[in-house]
C-alpha cells in the first residue's frame, strides 16, 4: 500500500507549484468524465492523468470436427465470458513531450497482466524515444488496439506472424511531405532493439504427435489459435538464467508507413469517414525484424533431430545452459490499407524464415548430412480485409480470409528416430468468416456479431498403408466453426 502511494505521489508531483510565498500550494486542476475514460490536467497543461475501462463479454458457440476415427477432437463448447477486462492509463508529466502509458489485463483468479508499460520522450514530432514493454513494431494488424476493430479477433495470419510484445528501446517519428487535399503526405517509421523471448521451446504451434491411429494434437487451442512458434513473446517477466525461452538474445525491429494522402488512423474501419468522393486515403507498410534464439529441443518436437540423430544423444548438456543449435529467425510484412467513405480494405502478406546451425561438440555429428535434419524453413501467410458501412458510422459489414501455409520438411519421430516425411512445425490454416458491427456510440460501446469457418491441414500423419515411418504421410484434416457475439463498452 506504500509504494502505491508514495507511486501516486511521484505521478502528482508536477500538480504541486510554489506560490509568491514560497510554500507550496496545489496547481488549479481541471478534470471531466467523457464519453470514453476520466481525465484529470492541471490548469498549465503540464500534467494530465486519463484513465479507462475497457470490457468485452462475449458469447461463444465453437464446434470441431477432424478426420480421425472418432471424426471430432473433443472441443466442442459454448458459453459467456468476459473475453477481456483492460485498463488504460496514459497522459503525460512536466509537459507534452515526457508521456506514459500502461495497459493492464485483468483475468481470474486474481491476476494482472501487464502489456504496455512504457515511457516516451517527444521532443520532436520527426523524433521519440520509447523505453520499457510495448508492442514491436511489426504487423499493423497487431499494432491496432484491440477494441478498435469490427470483426471480434484478429486473422490468424496476424496471430502466427505478428511478434507480440517486447521491452526494449524504440525511436520513433512522422514527418509531413507535402499538402494534399484534405491532410498531408507523411511517413512515419519505427526502429527498436527488444529482448528476444521464444513464444514456444520447438518453435511448435499445437502440432500433434504421430500415433498408431493418426495424429494426436497435443494442444487444441493452440492449433486453432496458432499460439507459440517461432516468434518473440516477451510480456512475461523472465528470469536472467540461459535457457530456450529466453537467452540473453537480442531482437532488432523496425517498421516504415508511407500515407500519400494523408494519415489512415489506426483503427481497422473507416470510422468517422469524410463524406466527400474525393476523399480517399491509403497507405503501404514494411516491417522486418530478426533475432537468434539457442535451442536444442530437449524433450520436444526438436529432441530427436537434434540429439537422437548420429548418437548425439550421449553429449552432456552444456555446463554453461547455451544450447548447442541456433535458430535465426527472420520475419518481414508488407500491408495496405484503403479508406473511402466508409469503405475499408486491409492486406497483409507475412513471410518467416528459420535456418538452423549446429554449434560446439554437435558439430561433430555432421548434422548437415543428415537429410532428415531440418535445417530450415520457410512460413508464409496473408489476410485480407473488407469492410463497408450500411449506415454511416453506425454499422459496418465486414468479410475476411487469412491463410497461413506452413513449409514441410524431413524430420524424425521422437523417441525411436524414425524418418518422417512432410513434416511442419504447425498446421496448415484457411479462415474464412465475416459479421456485423453496430457502433452505438463508436468504440465505446458497440456490439459485434460473426461467423468464421476455419479448415486445418495437421503437419504429418499415418501414411495410406498405414506405416509408421520412412513413407510420404497423409495429413489429418480437422476444421472448426465459431459463431460469436461480443459487448464492448469502455469507460
Keep these: 500500500m506504500r509504494c502505491l502511494l508514495l507511486a501516486a505521489a511521484l505521478l502528482l508531483a508536477p500538480a504541486l507549484l510554489a506560490d509568491d510565498s514560497g510554500l507550496v500550494a496545489p496547481a488549479a486542476t481541471e478534470s471531466d468524465l467523457g464519453s470514453s475514460g476520466l481525465r484529470f490536467t492541471t490548469s498549465d497543461e503540464s500534467f494530465e492523468f486519463t484513465m479507462i475501462t475497457a470490457v468485452q463479454f462475449r458469447y461463444t458457440w465453437h464446434d470441431t470436427r477432424g478426420e480421425g476415427a472418432n471424426g471430432d477432437n473433443g472441443r466442442d463448447f459454448h458459453n459467456f465470458r468476459f473475453y477481456g477486462a483492460r485498463s488504460f492509463f496514459h497522459g503525460h508529466v512536466f509537459n507534452r513531450s515526457f508521456q506514459y502509458r500502461l495497459w493492464l489485463v485483468w483475468s481470474w483468479p486474481g491476476t494482472v497482466r501487464i502489456e504496455d508499460a512504457y515511457f516516451r520522450w517527444a521532443p520532436e514530432e520527426y523524433f521519440n524515444v520509447t523505453v520499457g514493454q510495448m508492442r514491436v513494431p511489426a504487423t499493423w494488424e497487431y499494432l491496432v488496439d484491440h477494441e478498435r476493430t469490427a470483426l471480434p479477433d484478429r486473422a490468424i495470419a496476424d496471430a502466427a506472424f505478428s511478434q507480440g510484445w517486447g521491452k526494449g528501446i524504440e525511436i520513433s517519428g512522422r514527418l509531413g511531405l507535402y499538402d ?199 512460413d508464409f501467410g496473408a489476410t485480407i480485409d473488407v469492410g463497408y458501412f450500411v449506415l454511416p458510422d453506425q454499422l459496418v459489414l465486414s468479410t475476411r480470409f487469412s491463410y497461413v501455409d506452413f513449409d514441410e520438411f524431413k524430420s524424425r519421430e521422437i523417441g525411436t528416430s524414425n524418418p ?72
Design 180 to 378: 494534399t487535399e484534405f491532410d498531408q503526405g507523411l511517413l512515419t517509421w519505427a526502429v527498436g532493439l527488444f529482448n528476444g523471448a521464444l513464444a514456444s521451446v520447438d518453435g511448435a504451434q499445437g502440432r500433434g504427435t504421430i500415433a498408431a491411429d493418426g495424429v494426436h494434437v497435443t494442444d487444441q487451442q493452440a492449433t486453432e489459435q496458432l499460439e507459440g512458434g517461432f516468434r518473440n513473446s516477451d510480456w512475461k517477466v523472465n528470469p536472467e538464467v540461459f535457457g530456450q525461452i529466453v537467452d540473453a538474445q537480442m531482437m532488432v525491429a523496425a517498421r516504415l508507413e508511407f500515407h500519400p494522402m494523408g494519415e489512415v488512423f489506426k483503427h481497422m474501419v473507416d470510422i468517422g469517414a469524410l463524406d466527400d468522393t474525393a476523399a480517399w486515403f491509403f497507405m503501404v507498410g514494411l516491417a522486418v525484424n530478426w533475432m537468434s534464439a539457442r535451442v536444442d529441443g530437449y524433450t520436444t518436437f526438436l529432441d530427436a533431430i537434434y540429439h537422437n540423430s548420429n548418437a548425439a544423444a550421449s553429449l552432456a548438456p552444456p555446463a554453461s545452459g547455451r544450447k548447442r543449435v541456433d535458430a535465426s529467425i527472420f520475419h518481414a510484412t508488407v500491408d495496405g490499407h484503403y479508406r473511402w467513405i466508409g469503405l475499408s480494405v486491409n492486406w497483409a502478406l507475412h513471410y518467416r524464415t528459420v535456418s538452423f546451425n549446429a554449434t560446439g561438440r554437435l558439430n561433430d555429428f555432421d548434422l548437415e548430412d543428415d537429410p532428415y535434419v531440418v535445417k530450415g524453413t520457410h
Design 420 to 491: 518422417i516425411d512432410g513434416d511442419a512445425f504447425g498446421a496448415d490454416s484457411y479462415e474464412y468468416g465475416g459479421g456485423l458491427c453496430w457502433f452505438i456510440h463508436g468504440d465505446n460501446l458497440k456490439l459485434q456479431a460473426d461467423y468464421r469457418y476455419v479448415a486445418q491441414q495437421l503437419p504429418h500423419g499415418n501414411s495410406r498403408s498405414g506405416a509408421t515411418a520412412g513413407t510420404v504421410r497423409v495429413s489429418d484434416w480437422r476444421v472448426f466453426h465459431e459463431i460469436r457475439l461480443q459487448l464492448q463498452w469502455m469507460f
